[in-house]
T-cell receptor, first 113, second 112 residues
Framework: AQSVTQPDIHITVSEGASLELRCNYSYGATPYLFWYVQSPGQGLQLLLKYFSGDTLVQGIKGFEAEFKRSQSSFNLRKPSVHWSDAAEYFCAVGARGTYKYIFGTGTRLKVLA | NAGVTQTPKFRVLKTGQSMTLLCAQDMNHEYMYWYRQDPGMGLRLIHYSVGEGTTAKGEVPDGYNVSRLKKQNFLLGLESAAPSQTSVYFC???????????FGDGTRLSIL
């Protein structure tokens, strides 16, 4: 069965520092992978997606993620965090041939000025 | 650019009352989904639809019903609300399978 694990419930970083949010998945084949961001009181906005090809994926707002098949991971990174990046981040896995996602439990990011 | 619109944004119900949440999308998407979001549990799929007139159960369907009479609308109904259904409900849509889902802003529902 598919599953997604986001090991960090909360992360705090200083503005300007680098960021890495972890996502590990369990799936028998190569899945579709997504990162979404949710600001307070808002819906989920797609940051980036991986379907195939280049394992380093660029997204919006300066985010990137790297698919590592050997580690079953799809970690989200940003070189320099801005105060406006404070939000909750969700990793999601989609099984090829289906239209359903499995979401992780989210990582809440706090940014210190 | 409306995208996915959810109505209402907030609602308070008493136990046993019924209500319907409306989701409308203007992107001509085939697939639509209803999720609930609870603290520490991420998003869980309630029901989904792969086209007009179709519905299917997701991960947590009990206590909910859905209908997709028109392609652009997906309704979520609570027949007899229970406190355990207090949650934030999100609707999403996608064009085809495995394309990114587009989300509405959510409906915050409290059951007293």
């Amino acid at each position: 069965a598919q599953s997604v694990t986001q090991p960090d419930i909360h992360i705090t970083v200083s503005e300007g520092a680098s960021l890495e949010l972890r996502c590990n998945y369990s799936y028998g084949a190569t899945p579709y992978l997504f990162w979404y961001v949710q600001s307070p009181g808002q819906g989920l906005q797609l940051l980036l997606k991986y379907f195939s090809g280049d394992t380093l994926v660029q997204g919006i707002k300066g985010f990137e993620a790297e698919f590592k098949r050997s580690q079953s991971s799809f970690n989200l990174r940003k070189p320099s965090v801005h105060w406006s990046d404070a939000a909750e981040y969700f990793c999601a896995v989609g099984a090829r041939g289906t239209y359903k996602y499995i979401f992780g439990t989210g990582t809440r990011l706090k940014v210190l000025a | 650019n409306a995208g996915v619109t959810q109505t209402p944004k907030f609602r308070v119900l008493k136990t046993g009352q019924s209500m319907t949440l409306l989701c409308a999308q203007d992107m001509n998407h085939e697939y639509m989904y209803w999720y609930r979001q609870d603290p520490g549990m991420g998003l869980r799929l309630i029901h989904y639809s792969v086209g007009e007139g179709t519905t299917a159960k997701g991960e947590v369907p009990d206590g909910y019903n859905v209908s997709r009479l028109k392609k652009q609308n997906f309704l979520l109904g609570l027949e007899s609300a229970a406190p355990s259904q207090t949650s934030v409900y999100f609707c999403a849509s996608s064009q085809i399978s495995n394309q990114p889902q587009h989300f509405g802003d959510g409906t915050r529902l409290s059951i007293l």
